[in-house]
Structures are given as structure tokens and as C-alpha cells.
């Protein structure tokens, strides 16, 4: 019988994701708000190296983010010890190049990251569905990290459905300073009356039409953002008078315009860059 070899440590990439679309359809009754987005993960990712502990550890190069029980990384690690008696616990150094309150779900990307270091150095053979379920736990936007590179998220995010068909396009990413509370951006949101539906841009998305998603862009959060933080409006208008297919990702403060050209892409990243605190260029991720 082979012995399965399991690693005393680990170090994985943990991507970050824009929002292609985003529309909120209501409030559910627990708390929560029902929700079609189409999430697309970027080869822009933090590094997580871990290895097996006798309590909960974290670390992080950025100094601002806490590393206390309020870390998503804590928080996805205690749950599943909880079903788990031989994960007494993880050491985790964070390496962050995704930046916070950014709408780039970084912090649900390293809770995703965390669950399956956990699963591989404790030799627990979690199923993608297994994760999944722990990610729910977590976060909205956990589990989407456990699918394919661009996916259809509906419920309150967790229910998951793959697309493919888009090739890998570039991405310029912009952050003001300034940052967004998820919470107080969906606090402040006004629900519209007559919902939009993502199955138009799941179809061309299927279909491999650049073009069709590129010109129908959407993102819901995005008038609730503006109002907490009103200079972004003026960078939304300034970026799409440069490329129409810029849009903010997520609850903000982050957009990111597309390209198909890497010297176009380039361009307009350099026009840009002095402007905002944050800024890259990266691609879609292939799956």
C-alpha cells in the first residue's frame, strides 16, 4: 500500500477577483441580501505559507490588518477544527499584494486559501464541496474561490455555477486611498423595484463575446459607493471617458478597466497610475 506523503509546509497563491456584474435583488429575512454576480479571479494574488500548529497563528505584511480573531483567516481555520479534532491549529504568514476594503475580496480569498492549506497539511481530502461548505461559514464570497476562474454566483453568493468562454484579458487596477466597508455599503444601498438579470452576460460569457461584456458592465453598489464616497464618482467618469469598459469591482473602492491589446492596457495604466494609491496591470486567470 503507497503511504501518502503529506508536506510539513506550504505556500499557495490566494487570487483576488473583480465583479463583472452585480445586481442585489432584495433583502432576505436573514439578513443577508440576495444577489447575481459574475466573479472573474486574476493571476494578482497574495501568498499564504502555512504549516501545521498548535494553536491559531497569523502573520501579514501589511501592518493594518489585524491578525486577531476578527482575521477571515482565523475565523476559517476555527471552523473547521471544529469538525476536526487533529487540526489543533495553523501558522500563516500572509505576503499581501491585494490591498483591503477594496472590493477585490482579498480577505475571503486567504480564508479560501486557508481551508485548503488545511485540508492538504492535515492530509483531510476535502472535496471542493466540503470547502465550499466551510467557505459559506466564513464569508459571501468565500466559496467562489473554490470553482472555476469565472462563475455565476447566486443566493446570498454561496450557490456557484462555472462559466467559460472568455479569453485571458487584461486588467488595470486603480484604488484611490480611501477604502469601502462592505457592510456600509450594502447599509446604504437602494433596491431597486425591477432587478436587472445576469443570464444576458452569463450567455456571452459562455459564448466568448468580448464585446457584449465589455459594453454591459454592471455593478449595483456602485451608486451606494458614490454617495458614502463621493469622489469616486469623478474617477468612474474620468476612467470610462479613457476605456467604457471600466467599472468599480465589488463594494469598492477599486475599478478596473479591460483590455484585449497588453500595450493598450499598458498605456492607459500609465496615463493613470499617479492618480491613485494603488495600480496594476494582471489578467484574467485561466482555469
Request: aromatic share 8%.
Amino acid at each position: 500500500m503507497n503511504k501518502r506523503v503529506v508536506a510539513s509546509l506550504l505556500t499557495l497563491s490566494s487570487h483576488a477577483k473583480i465583479n463583472l456584474y452585480i445586481d442585489v435583488l432584495y433583502k432576505r429575512g436573514d439578513g443577508y441580501h440576495q444577489v447575481e454576480m459574475i466573479m472573474q479571479k486574476l493571476l494578482c494574488h497574495d501568498l499564504l505559507t502555512m504549516e501545521k500548529a498548535d494553536e491559531i497563528i497569523i502573520s501579514c505584511s501589511d501592518l493594518a490588518i489585524p491578525t486577531d480573531q476578527t482575521n477571515l483567516v482565523h475565523k476559517a481555520i476555527g471552523i473547521v477544527a471544529k469538525d476536526y479534532p487533529e487540526v489543533k491549529g495553523l501558522s500563516v504568514a500572509i505576503e499581501k499584494m491585494i490591498p483591503a476594503e477594496a472590493g477585490l475580496a482579498g480577505g475571503s480569498s486567504n480564508a479560501a486559501t486557508a481551508i485548503e492549506g488545511i485540508s492538504k497539511l492535515y492530509d483531510l481530502q476535502l472535496s471542493k464541496e466540503q470547502m465550499a461548505f466551510y467557505g459559506q461559514q466564513v464569508g459571501s464570497d468565500v466559496s467562489f474561490f473554490f470553482y472555476g476562474a469565472t462563475s455565476l454566483a447566486t443566493g446570498r453568493g454561496e450557490i456557484i455555477r462555472d462559466l467559460v468562454g472568455l479569453p485571458p484579458l487584461y486588467v488595470v487596477l486603480l484604488k484611490p486611498a480611501e477604502g469601502l466597508s462592505t457592510a456600509e455599503v450594502y447599509k446604504n444601498l437602494v433596491i431597486a423595484d425591477s432587478p436587472q438579470s445576469a443570464s444576458a452576460m452569463a450567455e456571452a460569457i459562455s459564448e466568448g463575446n468580448v464585446s457584449f461584456v465589455a459594453e454591459n458592465l454592471y455593478n449595483k453598489l456602485e451608486d451606494s459607493s458614490f454617495e458614502l464616497l463621493p469622489p469616486l464618482r469623478k474617477i468612474k467618469e474620468t476612467l470610462v471617458a479613457d476605456n467604457p469598459a471600466s467599472l468599480m469591482s465589488g463594494s469598492g473602492s477599486t475599478f478596473f478597466s479591460l483590455f484585449t491589446n497588453k500595450e493598450d492596457a499598458l498605456t492607459f495604466m500609465e496615463k493613470h497610475r499617479n492618480s491613485f494609491d494603488f495600480c496594476t496591470m494582471t489578467r484574467f486567470l485561466e482555469e
